[in-house]
C-alpha cells in the first residue's frame, strides 16, 4: 500500500492519534516550562523548589498512570479522550488561578496525568493496536502532532506572554483544550472497542504468547529496557525545564532559542517518518538499539556550544533521537509482548517516563542551586545515555530469536 493511499485509507484514524498528541503539549514539559520564570516569581520559588514541585506533582501522575493507562485496553479511545481532555482543561483552568503551593502541585499533577501521561498514551497505544503490518508508519504520522505542537505552541505562547498576564494565557489553553472535543468524536466515529480490535488482529509478541502485564514484570527483557525508557523522559525533560536558565547560563536571549523549535520540528518530522518505515521493514529492535547515539551526541555538542549556532545543531541531533524515541518504544511493547493487554503493558512503560520526566527537573534543579549548571550537567547525562544503550543492546539480541513472524494486518483490513 502506498504512503498517499494509507493516509487516505485510514485518514480519521490517523487523525485522531495525531490529534491526541498535539493536544498532550499542554502537559509537557517543553510548555509548562515556558511560564517557568512567571511561576517562580509570582511564588517566591529557587530553581530546586520549582523543580520540586515538578518532580512531586509529576511522580504523583506517574502512579495513577500505572492504573488509568490499563483502562485502554477496555474503553474507547474516544470516550477515554473526551474524558481526559475535560480533565487537561481543568488542570489548565487551575494553573491561571493557583494561589499557594498546593494548588500549584494538584496543577502540575493534573497537566502531567492528562497531558502528558495519558493524552500520549492513548494516541500510541491507539496506533499500535489498530495497526500491524503498518504500525511503524502509523506511530510515526500520528507523531507528528508532538512535533507540530513543539514547533508551534511555544513560539505562539511566548510571543503572547509579551502582551498578556502568564494566568490568561493558561485560560487560552483550556479553551484550546476543549475545542478538539468534537472534533476527535467526529473523527472516532466508526471505532470499534480495544476488546474487538484486540480479537481480530491477534498480533502476538514473543513465543507466540499475549503476555500480560505480570508476565512483563517477571521477564528480563522489561528490565533491560527500564534505563533507555527513564533516559530520554528523564534528561530530555530536563533540557526544555532549564531552558530558561541553559540561556541565561549561556547568554541567549529565550525568544531567539525558542525560534530553533521549528528545525527542530523539521527534523524530528524527519527522523519520525524515517523511523516509521524502519520499524515496518526490519523491526522496532534494531532501532531501539542505535536511538541512544542521537541523545550522546546532542548534550555533548549543547554542553559545549557557545552560540546559537551551536545549539541549532544540537536540538537537531537530538531530534532525530526524539523522532525514534516517538515511535520505538510503542512498537518494541507490540512486537515483543502482543497487543491484547497492550494498554496495561504500555502504561508501565508510560509511568516509566512520566517518572522520568518527574526525576530529571527535579533533580537538574537541586544540582543548579548547589552551583552546578545545567551545561555541565550534560557530560555526565550523556554518559548514562550511553550505558543505557549498551544494556537495551544486551537485552535485544537474544530477545529477538524468541519473536514470531507477525501476521500483516492492519486497521483496514481487521
Not at 498517499?4 to 495525531?18: M, S, W
Not at 527542530?264 to 524515517?274: D, E, H, I, K
Not at 497487543?339 to 526525576?359: D, E, N, Y
Amino acid at each position: 500500500m502506498g504512503f498517499l493511499t494509507f493516509l487516505r485509507a485510514n485518514a480519521p484514524f490517523l487523525g485522531a492519534g495525531a490529534l491526541l498528541a498535539f493536544t498532550s503539549s499542554y502537559g509537557q514539559t517543553y510548555f509548562i516550562s515556558l511560564f517557568a520564570g512567571e511561576i517562580r516569581g509570582a511564588f517566591g520559588l529557587s530553581h530546586g523548589a520549582w523543580g520540586g514541585i515538578y518532580t512531586v506533582g509529576t511522580m504523583i501522575s506517574a502512579v495513577v498512570m500505572i492504573w488509568a493507562g490499563a483502562l485502554t485496553d477496555r474503553f474507547r479511545v474516544r470516550h477515554l479522550g473526551a474524558i481526559v481532555a475535560v480533565v487537561l482543561a481543568l488542570a489548565c483552568l487551575l494553573m491561571a488561578g493557583a494561589q499557594n503551593g498546593a494548588m500549584l502541585i494538584l496543577a502540575v499533577f493534573l497537566l502531567r496525568f492528562a497531558g502528558q501521561g495519558m493524552m500520549s498514551h492513548l494516541s500510541v497505544v491507539a496506533m499500535a493496536r489498530w495497526f500491524v503490518a503498518t504500525r511503524g508508519r502509523a506511530l510515526s504520522i500520528a507523531a507528528m502532532g508532538f512535533s507540530f505542537g513543539q514547533a508551534i505552541l511555544p513560539i505562539l505562547f511566548v510571543a503572547l506572554l509579551v502582551r498578556f498576564d502568564w494566568r490568561w494565557l493558561w485560560l487560552l489553553a483550556a479553551v484550546m483544550v476543549l475545542l478538539t472535543m468534537p472534533v476527535l468524536a467526529r473523527l472516532l466515529r466508526a471505532e470499534r472497542t480495544p476488546q474487538s480490535v484486540a480479537r481480530q488482529t491477534q498480533s502476538v509478541g514473543m513465543q507466540c504468547r499475549h503476555w500480560t502485564r505480570r508476565d512483563v514484570l517477571h521477564h528480563w527483557l522489561f528490565w533491560m529496557m527500564v534505563p533507555v525508557l527513564l533516559g530520554p523522559p528523564a534528561w530530555g525533560t530536563a533540557l526544555f525545564f532549564q531552558q530558561v536558565h541553559l540561556t541565561e547560563v549561556k547568554g541567549w536571549a529565550l525568544v531567539d532559542y525558542v525560534a530553533l523549535m521549528p528545525l527542530f520540528t523539521a527534523a524530528a518530522l524527519g527522523a519520525t517518518l524515517v523511523a516509521g518505515a524502519l520499524i515496518d521493514r526490519f523491526g522496532s529492535a534494531v532501532l531501539a538499539m542505535a536511538y541512544m547515539v542521537p541523545y550522546i551526541v546532542s548534550f555533548v555538542i549543547m554542553a559545549a556550544a557557545e552560540t546559537l549556532f551551536g545549539a541549532a545543531i544540537s536540538l537537531v541531533v537530538f531530534a532525530l533521537g526524539s523522532g525514534i524515541q516517538a515511535t520505538v518504544p510503542a512498537a518494541l511493547w507490540a512486537e515483543f509482548f502482543g497487543t491484547r493487554h497492550l494498554g496495561s503493558i504500555k502504561a508501565l512503560s508510560a509511568a516509566l517516563m512520566v517518572f522520568g520526566s518527574a526525576i530529571g527537573p527535579g533533580i537538574s534543579g537541586v544540582l543548579i542551586d548547589w552551583g552546578l549548571s545545567f551545561p555541565q550537567q550534560m557530560w555526565g547525562y550523556a554518559v548514562y545515555f550511553a550505558v543505557a544503550g549498551v544494556i537495551i543492546t544486551l537485552g535485544l539480541l537474544p530477545a529477538r530469536k524468541l519473536l514470531p513472524s507477525a501476521p500483516e494486518v492492519d486497521v483496514k483490513r481487521a
